[in-house]
Every structure is written in structure tokens, then in C-alpha cells.
């Protein structure tokens, strides 16, 4: 069984920084596609960075040259480290794991999803 479990999520001011953590388990994060997701009240959910098996990693504008994303194939966990971070980064933010070879920011790609951490940031 898949599990995805996100951490590190809290309440922080503009120009702060976070790092989330998703700890996967019943699969490797190491060969699959993983990402990170978010959705804010009464929007869609966006991909906000992925990154394959052999490490290429793709980021949505919004969050480029703020957010990095990595993994540790030894803890089979996933991170977003955000900085800088801005009022419009408020948003639940969910960790993904694909089996596709597309591993782009569509929800589509990915099969699991953990629940979410919620990142909130006040002016």
C-alpha cells in the first residue's frame, strides 16, 4: 500500500522559508516521478515542481529561483525547500508520486497523492 505523508507545513511571514518533507512508503521515490502540488480556497490545484528518477526537475514559473525541490533515495523522501516566500504561496500543498514517464506539473501524471500540509504566509 501507498502512502505519501507531508510535514513541515506552518504559518509564516512573507520572506520567510519552509521546507516540506514527504515521507513515501510502498514505493520508491528513487524510480518513480514525484511532485509537489498545491491548491488555495477556491482554486485549482497547480504543480508547483517535480522531479524524476534521474533528478531532472521542472518548476512553475511562479515558484522558480524561490522553491527548490530534491529527494533522498536513502530516506525515500521528498522535500520543497521554499524561501522567499510570498502571501500568494498560501496554499495546502500535497505531495505526488507517478508511474507515467510524463513528469510534467499536470495532476494527471501522478497516481498518489498524500493529504497535505498546509503553508500559509501573511504579510
Known amino acids: 500500500q501507498v502512502q505519501l505523508v507531508e510535514s513541515g507545513g506552518a504559518s509564516v511571514q512573507a520572506g520567510g522559508s519552509l521546507r516540506l518533507s514527504c515521507a513515501a512508503s510502498g514505493l520508491s521515490v528513487s524510480m518513480n516521478c514525484m511532485g509537489w502540488f498545491r491548491q488555495a480556497p477556491g482554486k485549482e490545484r497547480e504543480g508547483v515542481a517535480t522531479?524524476?528518477?534521474?533528478?531532472?526537475?521542472i518548476y512553475a514559473d511562479s515558484v522558480n529561483d524561490r522553491f527548490t525541490i530534491s529527494k533522498d533515495n536513502a530516506k525515500n523522501t521528498l522535500y520543497l525547500q521554499m524561501n522567499v516566500l510570498k502571501p500568494e504561496d498560501t496554499a495546502m500543498y500535497y505531495c505526488?508520486?507517478?508511474?507515467?514517464?510524463?513528469?510534467?506539473?499536470?495532476?494527471?501524471?501522478?497516481?498518489?497523492w498524500g493529504q497535505g500540509t498546509q503553508v500559509t504566509v501573511s504579510s
Open positions: 505526488a508520486a507517478g508511474r507515467s514517464v510524463h513528469c510534467g506539473l499536470f495532476a494527471v501524471d501522478f497516481d498518489y
Open positions: 522531479i524524476t528518477s534521474l533528478f531532472n526537475r
